[in-house]
T-cell receptor, first 114, second 113 residues
Framework: AQTVTQSQPEMSVQEAETVTLSCTYD???????LFWYKQPPSRQMILVIR??????QNATENRFSVNFQKAAKSFSLKISDSQLGDTAMYFC???????????FGKGTLLTVNP | DAGVIQSPRHEVTEMGQEVTLRCKPI?????LFWYRQTMMRGLELLIY????????DSGMPEDRFSAKMPNASFSTLKIQPSEPRDSAVYFC???????????FGDGTRLSIL
């Protein structure tokens, strides 16, 4: 079974600064997807970014980028130029291709301070 | 495009009552998932459907929980009888095909008194 670990229960950052959230996972699979979801206080679960394991290039979406280290089974999220609206719980998730199940980490609560 | 629509947004009811949560997936999506989120256990997959057929219900905690998908645009999650430990946020999500991400609804916050 796959496991996803987010070792930072809470983090804070000053507005306009950069922050990195950590995620590690354990799997014996070779083909899978990794995701970061954001859950703001409004409770929505919003997809932030995804990475296909077969791609060496790190995914980027505007201010959000990942550092995907397949051998180390690490998938960190970097948020540049943090904004107050980035305050949310961030979940890392794993999906084995062909399985369809998402396995989530416990989440990291990020607070962006003015 | 309309996203995944869940109703009600909040539900407060007394122990022993029947609770029905509703979900309308994104049009054209052929997979539908029900999750439960609690502080203690995080996000747990309860059940998922493919083309309206339940594929894996191994996450359904007890026989008190049941889920149906009578057509491609509607699904329900029912708890009967409800218990205080069922209090949680319940999410519905849908996706299209094998390689697309799941899109979540806004969730239903359920409180059983």
């Amino acid at each position: 079974a796959q496991t996803v670990t987010q070792s930072q229960p809470e983090m804070s950052v000053q507005e306009a600064e950069t922050v990195t959230l950590s995620c590690t996972y354990d799997t014996s699979e070779n083909n899978y997807y990794l995701f970061w979801y954001k859950q703001p206080p409004s409770r929505q679960m919003i997809l932030v970014i995804r990475q296909e394991a077969y791609k060496q290039q790190n995914a980027t979406e505007n201010r959000f980028s990942v550092n995907f280290q397949k051998a180390a089974k690490s998938f960190s999220l970097k948020i540049s130029d943090s904004q107050l609206g980035d305050t949310a719980m961030y979940f890392c998730a794993f999906m084995k291709i062909g399985n369809y199940k998402l396995t989530f980490g416990k989440g990291t609560l990020l607070t962006v301070n003015p | 495009d309309a996203g995944v629509i869940q109703s009600p947004r909040h539900e407060v009811t007394e122990m022993g009552q029947e609770v029905t949560l509703r979900c309308k997936p994104i049009s054209g999506h052929d997979y539908l998932f029900w999750y439960r989120q609690t502080m203690m256990r995080g996000l747990e997959l309860l059940i998922y459907f493919n083309n309206n057929v339940p594929i894996d219900d191994s996450g359904m905690p007890e026989d008190r929980f049941s889920a149906k998908m009578p057509n491609a645009s509607f699904s329900t999650l029912k708890i009967q009888p409800s218990e205080p430990r069922d209090s949680a946020v319940y999410f519905c999500a849908s996706r299209s095909g094998t390689y697309q991400p799941q899109h979540f609804g806004d969730g239903t916050r359920l409180s059983i008194l």
